[in-house]
C-alpha cells in the first residue's frame, strides 16, 4: 500500500497563480483532511471529508477550495496564491471516527 | 471555536531524563490523539484516547485523558535519542465528524 501520496513535494508559485495539490489514498478511508503547518502555528485544519460527495471547512478555509468526487482523491485548490499561503500543506485520511489518521509526506508551497 | 493549548512550546532534556508535555481544551472532548513529527518528516499517530480518566501506555511513553475530558498529558521515561521530535496532541469535538484540533506541539530537544 503507498497510504497517502501528496503531489508535487515542492511549488513555487506566483502571487495572484492558482493550482492544485493532489492528495490520494489507497486505504479505502472515508475521513480526509487538509492541514497547514506553519513555524510555531502547529497544524490548523482547511477542510475536511468524511465521504466522497460531503466537505466541510476547518479552522483557516478562506483561499482555498476542495472537492470529494471519489473515496480517494481529495485535491485542494488555490484559488488566487498569497504570501500568506506560503506553508507546508499536510493531507491526512483516517478510516473514521476514533481511528487515528495517517499524514502524507507534505507539499511544501512558497509564493512570492 | 475549539481551542487546544500545548505546553511547553520547547523542551531540553539530557538523555535519561524524562519528559512531560500537557495539552488542554477549552471544551470537552469526544477523543483525543497524540501525535509525533520527526525534523522534516510528517506527523504519525501514536495513540488515541476515548474514556474519561483514561491511561494507556507504550514502552516508555504513558498517556492520560483527564476525568473532564478537557485535558491530557504524555510523558515519556527515560528518554532517548530516537524521542526527538515535536509531540502534538489533537482534539475531537464530534467523534472525529468535525475534524481534529492540533495543538502547537511540544519540541523535544536531547541533549546527550
Known amino acids: 500500500n503507498a497510504g497517502v501520496t501528496q503531489t508535487p513535494k515542492f511549488q513555487v508559485l506566483k502571487t495572484g497563480q492558482s493550482m492544485t495539490l493532489q492528495c490520494a489514498q489507497d486505504?479505502?478511508?472515508?475521513?480526509m483532511s487538509w492541514y497547514r503547518q506553519d513555524p510555531g502555528m502547529g497544524l490548523r485544519l482547511i477542510h475536511y471529508?468524511?465521504?466522497?460527495?460531503?466537505?466541510d471547512q476547518g479552522e483557516v478555509p478562506n483561499g482555498y477550495n476542495v472537492s470529494r468526487s471519489t473515496t480517494e482523491d481529495f485535491p485542494l485548490r488555490l484559488l488566487s496564491a498569497a504570501p500568506s499561503q506560503t506553508s507546508v500543506y499536510f493531507c491526512?485520511?483516517?478510516?473514521?471516527?476514533?481511528?487515528?489518521?495517517?499524514f502524507g509526506s507534505g507539499t511544501r508551497l512558497t509564493v512570492v | 471555536g475549539q481551542q487546544v493549548m500545548q505546553i511547553p512550546q520547547y523542551q531540553h532534556v539530557q538523555e535519561g531524563e524524562d519528559f512531560t508535555t500537557y495539552c488542554n481544551s477549552s471544551?470537552?472532548?469526544?477523543?483525543i490523539q497524540w501525535y509525533k513529527q520527526r525534523p522534516g518528516g510528517h506527523p504519525v499517530f501514536l495513540i488515541q484516547?476515548?474514556?474519561?480518566?483514561e491511561v494507556k501506555k507504550q514502552k516508555r511513553l504513558t498517556f492520560q485523558f483527564g476525568e473532564a475530558k478537557k485535558n491530557s498529558s504524555l510523558h515519556i521515561t527515560a528518554t532517548q535519542t530516537t524521542d526527538v521530535g515535536t509531540y502534538f496532541c489533537?482534539?475531537?469535538?464530534?467523534?472525529?465528524?468535525?475534524?481534529?484540533?492540533f495543538g502547537k506541539g511540544t519540541h523535544l530537544i536531547i541533549q546527550p
Open positions: 491526512a485520511s483516517s478510516p473514521g471516527q476514533f481511528y487515528g489518521y495517517t
Open positions: 486505504m479505502n478511508h472515508e475521513y
Open positions: 471529508s468524511v465521504g466522497a460527495g460531503i466537505t
Open positions: 471544551t470537552t472532548l469526544s477523543n
Open positions: 484516547l476515548v474514556k474519561s480518566g
Open positions: 489533537a482534539g475531537g469535538s464530534g467523534g472525529g465528524a468535525d475534524g481534529l484540533t
